[in-house]
């Protein structure tokens, strides 16, 4: 049974560039999350896809935006980066459910430098 | 804006020592969750909590969720040097939206 997978694993822009970075979900998971993790901080919410919908976001710009196929894999695009947009970002799926009960499972992650 | 905050930012302890990490939301959670992050790796879930004043076991580890569902505990029993990495706990008000604190790093010396 896979886990969660990203890719790349470590990627290196300079200011201004674009990226996109992939997830694909746990087999039987059909909700993708994206976070954020600044070097010793917690994971800030980016936004959640379901459906093909993004339903949630964050505290983040319009230079995040991300997209979900029909087999639940998930994209986060970043435009325009910035320095500050260094850091790594983790892809986490669950299985959307009524009640509150489900796991999130997170990816190993992509090391963004922007240099 | 909601926010949940997490002590200690950090603590050093010599193995077999016990090991505490407190949470506290600003607005009432409808759940916590705890997740350990090795160094070096991505977060990992651990448990979750729902009800109030709820306390839950998994071995050496203790969790409590408080009776106004506002703060949140993680008691770790006799550290072991594999209890290295930084606990996180994390929250929901409502929606999908998860918040996590800060962290509180643990290193243990054997």
């Known amino acids: 049974d896979a886990g969660v997978t990203q890719s790349p694993t470590h990627l290196i822009k300079t200011r201004g560039q674009q990226v996109t970075l992939r997830c694909s979900p746990k087999?039987?998971?059909?909700?993708v999350s994206w976070y954020q993790q600044a070097l010793g901080q917690g994971p800030q919410f980016i936004f959640q896809?379901?459906?093909?919908?993004?339903?949630q976001r964050g505290n983040f710009p319009d230079r995040f935006s991300g997209h979900q196929f029909p087999n639940y894999s998930s994209e986060l695009n970043v435009n325009a980066l910035l320095l500050g947009d260094s850091a790594l970002y983790l892809c986490?799926?669950?299985?959307?459910?009524?009640?509150?009960?489900?796991?999130?499972?997170f990816g190993p992650g992509t090391r963004l430098t922007v240099l | 804006g909601q926010q949940v905050m997490q002590i200690p930012q950090y603590q050093h302890v010599q193995e077999g020592e016990d090991f505490t990490t407190y949470c506290n939301s600003s607005t009432t959670l409808s759940n916590i969750q705890w997740y350990k992050q090795r160094p070096g790796g991505h977060p990992v879930f651990l448990i979750q909590?729902?009800?109030?004043?709820e306390v839950k076991k998994q071995k050496r580890l203790t969790f409590q969720f408080g009776e106004a569902k506002k703060n949140s505990s993680l008691h770790i029993t006799a550290t072991q040097t594999t209890d290295v990495g930084t606990y996180f706990c994390?929250?929901?008000?409502?929606?999908?939206?998860?918040?996590f604190g800060a962290g509180t790093r643990l290193f243990v010396k054997a």
């Open positions: 087999s039987g998971h059909d909700t």
């Open positions: 986490a799926s669950t299985r959307d459910r009524e009640d509150l009960w489900d796991t999130q499972y």
């Open positions: 994390a929250g929901k008000t409502g929606g999908f939206k998860t918040i």
């Open positions: 909590l729902v009800k109030s004043g």
């Open positions: 896809y379901y459906e093909e919908e993004e339903r």
